[in-house]
């Protein structure tokens, strides 16, 4: 398995930008598919976004127009850029690695085998 570790999170305003990190560690992100989760407080886990290992992206509505998915591997990190937050957007933020290749099971929790802890994202109004 892949270690992961987020960054970035914090206490900003709505209208703010917030760019998220995911460093992992112990295997090369190259040949997996990297997601973003969330999980509002009192509410069930949720999908953002994923970037297969072609560099393809899929999106949640929610984040459409707003967040970037992006990947260094020579870095090994994956980056979450979210633009024009919204309190809504107020959640624990996962990283996640996989092996899938099919983006509609990307974007279920049940494809991923190695979480990160989590960074915290509140948007304030």
């Known amino acids: 398995q892949v270690q992961l570790v987020e960054s970035g999170g914090g206490l900003v305003q709505a209208g703010d930008s917030l760019r998220l990190s995911c460093a992992a560690s112990?295997?090369?992100?190259?040949?997996?598919?990297m997601g973003w989760f969330r999980q509002p407080p009192g509410k069930e886990r949720e999908f953002v976004a994923v970037?297969?290992?072609?560099?393809?992206?899929s999106y949640a509505d929610s984040g459409k127009g707003r967040f970037t998915i992006s990947r260094d591997n020579a870095k090994n990190t994956v980056y979450l850029q979210m633009n024009s937050l919204k309190p809504e957007d107020t959640a624990l933020y996962y990283c996640?690695?996989?092996?899938?290749?099919?983006?509609?099971?990307?974007?279920?929790?049940?494809?991923?085998?190695?979480w990160g802890q989590g960074t915290q994202v509140t948007v304030s109004s």
């Open positions: 112990g295997r090369t992100i190259s040949t997996y598919a």
């Open positions: 996640a690695a996989g092996r899938g290749i099919f983006m509609s099971r990307m974007r279920g929790a049940g494809a991923y085998d190695s």
């Open positions: 970037i297969r290992t072609d560099g393809t992206t």
